[in-house]
Every structure is written in structure tokens, then in C-alpha cells.
């Protein structure tokens, strides 16, 4: 489970007093905390390891947004200590796939769903997030998926 795989990792890096890691890590089990508690009014007790991945790979997306901004601005030292943390949460996402990879899923599920137009949109993103959650960019995803289903 990936809060124990935290947990862990955590407790490693208090104990090599490693303080950019331990930084990072607690962002992370804040994140993950701050969840739990907006499931508990919808009755749920915690957040569970697919609710945990989408909040890792927000946390990416976040990150990687500030690096470039950071970056635009000539303030490379900020941006380096965005990729630092991209780098230590990427650790608890599954290994991500590549272009080629995420282009040839969306073409076997758009024909495994049958979707053959802009309106059946959801349904082929909605198998993916099931099936591959954390593995890809939806983002890069959904603009393959409507050049498939336009082209």
C-alpha cells in the first residue's frame, strides 16, 4: 500500500536526516491527509491507493507547471527544486508509459468500446483512468482520443 510505502520512506529519511526529502515526503502525506479528510464527510473513512495515485500525479502536474514558470521567470534554482520533488514523488508512481505505448491503448480500447465519435469521448477515457491510473497524462490521452475519434 502506498501510504506504508510513505510511512517508510519517511521514517528513513528523519533518520538520515535528509531534510529536502523529508520536505517533500510530509507535502505528500499532507496531501494525502487533507483528502482523507474531505472523503469523511461523504463517509468515507480514507483515502485508498487509486485516490492516493491521483493525488501523486496532481502533485506532479503542479510541480512541473511551477518549474517551467520558474523557469520563464530566470529563477532556475526554484524551478530546480520543483524537478527535485517531482523526482521524489514520481517514486510512488507506477512506471509511466510512453507516447508510443499510450497511443497504441487508446487505439485497442476505443475499438474494444467502440466509440467512433467525439461523443464517446468519456466512455474511452473513463476504461483508461480504470485501467491505467497513474501510468499516463489524461491529458496527452484525451488529445490522442479526439485525434483518433476526428481523424
Known sequence: MLRDQLAEKILTAQKAQERKLLST???IHAAIVDKDIALRGK???????E???????KMVKQREESSRLYTEGGRQELADQELEEIDIIKEFLPEQLSDDQVKEIVAQVITETGANSLRDMGKVMGVLKERY???LDMGVAGAMIKAALNG
Open 25 to 27: 515526503l510530509r507535502l
Open 43 to 49: 463517509g468515507k473513512d480514507k483515502a485508498d491507493d
Open 51 to 57: 485516490e492516493v495515485l491521483d493525488i501523486l500525479s
Open 133 to 135: 491510473r497513474g501510468q
